[in-house]
Structure formats: C-alpha cells, structure tokens
C-alpha cells in the first residue's frame, strides 16, 4: 500500500510595509590569562575593532568564532524580546573586517525617530549583556596557546557609560 503525504497549505500572513536599518556596535574581545581565576581583581586584556577581530581569527585549529557569535545571535531571534509586536521582524547580526558589528532590522515602515531611537536602545541593551537570556559569547582558547586560557566576546563599549 502507497502512502500519499500532504503538505498544509499556508495561509497567507501578511506583513506590513518593512524598512531596512542597520545598527553598528563596536567588537571587543576579552582575553583571560591562564591562571586568573587565582589572581584578585584581575583586569583581562581588552582588544577593540580591528584587533579584537584579527585576535579571534587566529586560532590555529581553524574555529570561526565570528561565525559562531553570528549564528548564535540569528538563531536567537531577539526581536521577540522587544516589547512593542509587529514593530521588529527581523534581525541579522554580521561582523565586519574592521572589528563591527552590523545588525541589520528590518522594521515597520513609517516608525518616528524616537521610536527608531527605542530600538537601537534595545539592541543596544542586548549587546551589552548577552543578547535572549544572557548568552555573551565566551570561549576556551586554543590549547596550544601557553598564555590565554579563554576569552569573551562583547559589542558593546561599557567605558562609554
């Protein structure tokens, strides 16, 4: 006996007229010395932009953690978070060479400045602490590298506050 399968037609949804925006955040990187949970107040080293980008890219099993932090954010599907529905309805986070984070949202059309102003504050407020449920990515370093022993990867410039 044949089995037939049936696909369920979508309904048809419909969604508003979008607008493209695009959010820059600054790429930090914090690198964390072998040993530093024993050391008081520790300070890791903190790398910025270009050279928190270059940093990451370095290491020597070929692990694309800007990739990962990008798949990680897109799965996370933040905009979900927002308060307002039908506002947010979509979100893609991308890393560029130069050490920025791009999110570009696509939004309802028409929105106000302040209520552009609202959502940068948003993401703005994500990045700083881990976007969904507090998920900053963090990573052990290569077992090969005799001084790092992890590091944290963060957008948002907590010196500028």
């Known amino acids: 006996m044949d089995m037939l399968f049936f696909k369920k037609k979508k309904k048809d949804v419909f969604l508003p ?3 493209e925006y695009i959010f ?7 690198l964390y010395k072998r040993g530093f949970e024993d050391v008081f107040d ?3 080293i903190k790398l910025c932009g270009k050279e928190a980008y270059s940093r ?3 290491d020597i099993n070929g692990k694309n953690y800007i990739s990962e932090c990008c798949e990680a954010f897109n799965m996370a599907e ?3 978070y927002y308060p307002k529905a039908g506002i947010i309805f979509d979100a893609e986070l991308k890393i560029t060479d130069e050490g920025v984070a791009l999110i570009t949202v696509k939004l309802k059309k028409g929105l106000s400045e302040s209520e552009k102003n609202d959502i940068y504050d948003f993401f703005n407020g994500q ?7 507090d998920s900053i990515p963090e ?3 290569d077992e090969d590298d005799p001084d790092i022993e ?3 990867i963060s957008f948002w410039n907590y010196n500028s506050e």
Do not use: N, R
């Not at 990045?127 to 449920?133: A, F, I, P």
């Open 17 to 19: 007229e979008t607008e």
């Open 24 to 30: 820059k955040f600054p790429l930090y990187v914090e």
């Open 42 to 44: 520790y300070e890791p």
């Open 56 to 58: 990451i890219l370095q």
């Open 78 to 80: 933040i905009q979900q």
């Open 127 to 133: 990045m700083s602490d881990g976007w969904g449920e």
């Open 139 to 141: 990573f052990e370093a």
């Open 150 to 152: 992890c590091f944290q």
